[in-house]
């Protein structure tokens, strides 16, 4: 958004978005508003900042309710002097939050997926940590140092990585805040990402394990998967996937009931445990309406196992492997996500199939179809007996690649 004349015609359409949103979706996209707009006010001609300082003063008076309960994670406005009064009073209130929780909002908002949000999350950690360094230290030398500080750490140290490529003013502000906290001592403060797992006890029979098995692809790949992927073709792919699985585990039916009737239900609790960041992205999914047309004369044909060989890169026979997989999947659950699934194998991302192969494998291992269960025997032994004799052989990679998937 360099150029001036496209950032006005961007924001105006942001308004329009704005304006069709109800109060839980504005809480949604708010905190990406005003980050876009201090970022931008520079580029914005005089009539669009007139139009955002009356869009941001319109959202805080009409929302003012919601926007109170979350005050620690609005973006600061210091930077707009048409906005003077709104920042003044937004101060006024966050000066009355608890320190912990504005750590913790800090924390949140470097977890954010977008690099809009979490520039301006740290343009403001960075003064904030210097003002407060007194109270920082101490907390580090006591005998327990606060809890926040190694969910802030562990944020700062994710986020550092996660834009390292694209954004190295992020990474080199994560750093500042890094050294203004100082060392952790790991005996006494842990900040090891924290890592979930899903266990497949019932073979997807189960709903409460297939609905985390879901959730689980959801949180850690196809919304990572998604943001990083820069071809409309195959993003709009991996958004229907999503939509598809949202509406599989009956989170875009939650939508629609009554929050008093469905907030105790199975489905609603492991939406509630998706991080916030997260459902932020997944949220306008659980109404899109993404449909695929499917070609009825084209006919699936398995590839010849093993399908590993020395002459096959990792990426084409995970793939490969993978997709097949898919293909010969069964139980009720299964047969209703592998193959919406196998749509974003080949061509995509490599951790969408590394995620799924032990899932998929399992389940044709443990099926009734013993020619099945022989070729995955069969592919699983031939790379796992594929010998390497010494680091410099060709295909040594490979056989290291394939046999740690």
């Known amino acids: 958004m360099a150029d001036p004349d496209l950032c006005d015609e961007t924001f105006s359409i942001w308004v329009a978005f704005l304006n069709v949103l109800d109060a839980g979706e504005i809480m949604v996209v708010i905190d990406q508003t005003l980050a876009l707009i201090v970022q931008h006010w520079s580029l ?66 470097c977890k954010d997926q977008n690099a809009v949000v979490v520039r301006q999350a740290l343009k403001e950690l960075v003064p904030y940590l210097d003002a407060n360094q007194k109270d920082l230290h101490q907390s580090l030398i006591s005998q327990k140092p606060l809890p926040v500080l190694e969910a802030l750490t562990r944020s700062l140290l994710d986020a550092s990585i996660r834009f390292t490529e694209d954004h190295q003013d992020i990474a080199t502000m994560c750093a500042q805040c890094l050294g203004i906290i100082g060392g952790l001592d790991p005996y006494r403060v842990e900040s090891v990402r924290e890592k979930k797992r899903v266990l497949m006890l019932s073979n997807f029979s189960k709903r409460d394990e297939d609905i985390d098995f879901v959730a689980l692809l959801l949180e850690q790949v196809l919304v990572k998967v998604f943001l990083s992927t820069t071809n409309a073709k195959a993003q709009g792919w991996i958004a229907y996937v999503m939509q598809e699985m949202l509406r599989h585990c009956g989170f875009s039916a939650l939508k629609q009931t009554q929050p008093r009737s469905s907030q105790n239900s199975t489905e609603a609790q492991r939406w509630n445990e998706i991080p916030e960041a997260v459902r932020n992205v997944l949220t306008p999914f659980l109404t899109s309406r993404y449909s695929v047309n499917l070609n009825p004369g084209l006919r699936y044909e398995g590839p010849q196992y093993p399908i590993f060989s020395n002459s096959t890169s990792h990426g084409t026979w995970l793939q490969t492997f993978v997709y097949d997989l898919l293909q010969k999947g069964q139980g009720v659950n299964v047969e209703m996500v592998f193959p919406v699934l196998a749509r974003v194998i080949r061509g995509y991302d490599l951790s969408i199939a590394t995620f799924i192969l032990p899932f998929a494998a399992l389940n044709v291992i443990v099926s009734d179809d013993e020619k099945n269960m022989e070729s995955v025997g069969r592919e699983l032994l031939t790379v796992l007996e594929t010998e390497i004799h010494s680091p410099e052989q060709a295909d040594a990679t490979l056989i290291k690649q394939c046999s740690e998937v």
């Open 44 to 109: 914005f001609s005089e009539e669009t900042q007139l139009q955002a300082s009356k869009t941001i003063i319109s959202l805080t008076q009409k929302y003012d309710t919601q926007l109170r309960a979350r005050i620690e994670y609005l973006p600061s406005l210091s930077d707009i002097a048409m906005l003077s009064k709104t920042e003044g009073e937004l101060v006024r209130l966050k000066a009355m939050v608890d320190p912990i929780k504005i750590f913790q909002s800090f924390g949140n908002r």
